[in-house]
């Protein structure tokens, strides 16, 4: 076999990997490049990690300064002189080094070939991952908004309804966190009702549209221009202006004189039980208009079927303790719990599940 010189060291070899022995080759031609120095962040309010530019939803504060320094280190890291890298990096720990600052430690292993030979290389890299503000938490700070929710009623809302509401924007706004501009700048109580003013237009306009798909409603919208931006286009800010209906869910209403229980309101139209026939149908939400509201879903008493028989069924009712007769054909048994209501001197059976 032929021996040749390293171009570098003069040294013979029987192979060269290019010009170079083995050992010149991966001490000048082999390298895992990374910058001097090599940095992370994570928003301190939200705890979102800032990846290739751009800002991702994380978990815990310590699962966040984990990633942001993995994304540093993925994103910086450079490997010379090897086919086909393999490239692995594992956390080892992370500590406070000052009230903004973390030191993250990880371990690199570096696999691949060069000039069919396998090569294997290990090192240890440190990231400062510093706590920053993200820019849709920027904007929460000054109190930036894009556009106001507002949610009214045709009476002022309970307190009832106003935790409902305020429950439902939160957690929908809450589950869309890592998004831009995910958030509730602010919040005013009004004796009418609740105005949100939301970061994100489009967020608000989805928020808006499923009020109107779970409670039924109205919904209004209107735009204000206030300003230009630096390439010269509009900047408008929206105002989603939602209506709960005149009954919700579960309230009894006399329309066409009949006695009926709402079961569903959802995107202008109202589903009924008529509690005489009980048979359901659907209305148009605008002919609620004319029906008379005889009580609230919260009137409704508890009972329990204690009798049945050919189609008559009994009804014990908690409050009072009376004892109601219906006949109505319905597959209830004995020690079912059902709900009832009083108007005056008659009494109803609400929905039973089968119903709803």
């Not at 109190?143 to 002022?156: K, M, N, S």
């Amino acid at each position: 076999m032929t021996r040749r010189f390293c171009a570098r060291c003069g040294k013979r070899s029987e192979r060269l990997i290019g010009a170079l022995c083995r050992e010149c080759y991966l001490e000048h031609e082999v390298s895992v490049e990374l910058p001097k120095r090599l940095r992370g962040y994570v928003c301190r309010e939200c705890k979102a990690v800032l990846k290739q530019g751009r800002w991702e939803r994380s978990g815990s504060p310590e699962e966040a300064v984990e990633e942001a320094g993995f994304a540093a280190v993925s994103q910086g890291l450079r490997v010379r002189g090897l086919s086909r890298p393999e490239v692995g990096i594992a956390f080892i720990e992370a500590r406070r080094s000052s009230p903004r600052d973390y030191l993250a430690k990880y371990r690199l292993e570096v696999k691949g070939s060069a000039g069919g030979e396998r090569v294997e290389l290990s090192q240890e890299v440190e990231v400062r991952v510093r706590l920053s503000l993200c820019e849709s938490c920027q904007r929460r700070a000054s109190r930036y908004y894009e556009a106001v929710l507002q949610i009214r009623g045709h009476a002022p809302l309970t307190e009832r309804e106003r935790k409902e509401l305020s429950e439902l924007v939160r957690r929908e706004v809450e589950a869309r966190r890592g998004e831009d501009r995910a958030f509730i700048s602010s919040l005013e109580e009004r004796r009418e009702g609740i105005d949100f003013y939301i970061g994100s237009a489009k967020l608000a306009k989805q928020i808006a549209s499923l009020l109107v798909a779970k409670y039924g409603g109205t919904l209004k919208t209107s735009t204000k221009l206030v300003g230009v931006d630096e390439s010269g286009r509009s900047v408008l800010r929206y105002t989603y202006a939602y209506r709960l209906p005149r009954v919700k869910r579960g309230d009894v209403v006399r329309i066409n004189n009949k006695v009926c229980q709402v079961l569903r309101l959802s995107r202008g139209s109202v589903s009924l039980l008529d509690l005489a026939t009980r048979r359901s149908f659907s209305l148009p939400e605008k002919q609620l208009a004319r029906a008379e509201i005889l009580a609230g879903a919260e009137d409704a008493i508890k009972g329990m079927v204690t009798e049945v028989v050919r189609g008559r069924v009994q009804v014990l009712e908690f409050k009072d303790y009376k004892t109601f007769y219906f006949d109505i054909p319905l597959p209830l048994r004995v020690g079912d719990e059902v709900r009832l209501l009083k108007i005056g001197r008659s009494a109803y059976l609400l929905a039973t599940p089968m119903e709803e």
